[in-house]
């Protein structure tokens, strides 16, 4: 029997939110078998949480990360990095309050959470720990984008990632994943910028994308900045791009709230197809 599990002792941490560069403190308590992993908005008032148990209530959306809601005011965003260090942890229940709408951006990867969970200490719990089995393929596809999870006995990931700028291109990777593996080939992986093309200084592009909403917490040290024939600033990996897909793709698929047997094959997949695969898991596997 594997155990369920939750942290020893509460924590917190703060910093920025990654897309909206708002300052976030975020405050981590072990919670109880069977609770789950939830996210409270300390600054709504009377709005309940949002549990990841209640996957088929809640509504996402995918616009650059992954977004959980429950109603139009009570959501959380960019959970991504920080659900892929519970999954990393092995973390079943947690409850996580937020000041703000994201997490704070840490370093851009999930390594930062995972090495504060790890400090706060890794309780064993009473009841076994559910896991979702995968017993015949489900996929989804758009365009020449697929994402697909078939029967195994194995956590595989298999990540074809491209992109057309020469400094990226074709990046691959496949591993059967594990916590060790996880904390030293995924975990450190930064978020991803592709600066556009055409004129302007990269300062003068950020600039232009954070009057769209979009990274106002993103900057040299927590995000890989990528230009058309190079990487700007100092990669953690040669090939850090795909090993962040992973490390997204981990986390999205952590909404579930329980660990997969499954074999996935990604290929150019993002966070739109991550939750479209993430919902038809849930609806086949929900109570069973």
Known sequence: MEEQR????????????????KPVEAFFYPAADGEGISFVRKDLKKK???RLLDLGCLKFDADRRSIVRADAEN????????????????????KIELDSSEPPAMDGSAREFLEALKKAGIKKQNSEKSFIKIKEPVWVEEKNSFLGIFPSDIYKISYIFEHPYAACGRQSFSEVLSPDL?????????TLWFVPPGPGTIEEKAEAVRKQGYGRGADSENTLVIDENKIVNLPRFPDEPVR????DLIGDLYLLNRPIRGRIIAIRSGHKLNLELVKKINERYACK
């Open 48 to 50: 309940p949480p949002i």
């Open 182 to 190: 996880f904390r030293e080939k995924i975990a450190p992986a930064r």
């Open 75 to 94: 959501y959380v965003e960019t959970v991504e990095h920080l659900l892929a260090a519970l999954w990393g942890a092995g973390i079943s229940n947690i």
């Open 244 to 247: 962040h897909g992973v490390l």
């Open 6 to 21: 939750t942290i020893e002792k509460e924590f917190f941490l703060k910093g920025k939110g990654l897309q909206t560069g």
